[in-house]
């Protein structure tokens, strides 16, 4: 599984971006996808996920701002960010795995493939 993350950038606080995760996999509906991110000297952390079901999860840090969604046809997932703020600086990765279950969705050990990361800069 090859993950390719992009759609990264700078952006004024209260801007919007939109990244994607192109995967080339086959069967790409049967896996859950996440969203990471790691600020520098901070530890990597959950930010969303959506599973084979589409149901979404979200970190409460972007709860209404950010929004998880999937075009299977396209093996593609995409994370749509609003409202951003400074804080929200950071590499966004995003993650794949098939066996994943709901209770560790939001523990980055329980994906076996990874993106490379997108830098996302958000200038107060």
């Known amino acids: 599984v090859q993950l390719q993350a992009s759609g990264g950038g700078l952006v004024q606080a209260g801007g919007s971006l939109r990244l994607s995760c192109e995967a080339s996999v086959a069967s790409f509906s049967r896996y859950v996808i996440a969203w990471f991110r790691q600020a520098p000297g901070k530890e990597r952390e959950f930010v969303s996920a959506?599973?084979?079901?589409?149901?979404?999860f979200y970190a409460d840090s972007v709860k209404g701002r950010f929004t998880i969604s999937r075009d299977n046809g396209k093996n593609t997932v995409y994370l749509q960010m609003n409202s951003l703020k400074p804080e929200d600086t950071a590499v966004y990765y995003c993650?794949?795995?098939?066996?994943?279950?709901?209770?560790?969705?939001?523990?980055?050990?329980?994906?076996?493939?990874w993106g490379q990361g997108t830098q996302v800069t958000v200038s107060s």
């Open positions: 993650a794949a795995d098939q066996q994943v279950i709901v209770s560790s969705y939001r523990t980055s050990a329980s994906y076996d493939f």
């Open positions: 959506i599973n084979r079901g589409r149901y979404q």
